[in-house]
Nanobody
Framework: QVQLVESGGGLVQAGGSLRLSCAAS????????MAWFRQAPGKEREFVAA????????SYGDSVKGRSTVSRDNALNTVYLQMNSVKPEDTAVYYC????????????????WGQGTQVTVSS
């Protein structure tokens, strides 16, 4: 089973960029659909982006579409989230998640989660 560890969070100024990484253990990383979710205090967990096992297919949540890029390097067992033009409303804990079968934007369809990394955007 894959285990996930996120990194790259921190304090970012509005208008800047951030790059999150999620390192996975295990030999079957390419078999997993990978996704990023985020959760702000008092809000539900929100879909940010997802990428297919091969990396050919991607999908983005409406709130980040056009300013975010999800990518993966299966040789390094790592998935990335690049976000540009960040806004204070991007402040949240960002989670990396994995699932084996079928695409989904629903957090409750993912059964493997990282511990999360805090991103704070200052205005």
């Amino acid at each position: 089973q894959v285990q996930l560890v996120e990194s790259g969070g921190g304090l970012v100024q509005a208008g800047g960029s951030l790059r999150l990484s999620c390192a996975a253990s295990g030999r079957t990383f390419a078999n997993y659909l990978m996704a990023w979710f985020r959760q702000a205090p008092g809000k539900e967990r929100e879909f940010v982006a997802a990428i297919s096992g091969s990396g050919d297919g991607t999908s983005y949540g409406d709130s980040v579409k056009g300013r975010s890029t999800v990518s993966r390097d299966n040789a390094l067992n790592t998935v990335y989230l690049q976000m540009n033009s960040v806004k204070p409303e991007d402040t949240a804990v960002y989670y990396c998640a994995a699932k084996r079968l079928g695409f989904s934007t629903s957090w409750n369809r993912y059964d493997i989660w990282g511990q999360g990394t805090q991103v704070t955007v200052s205005s």
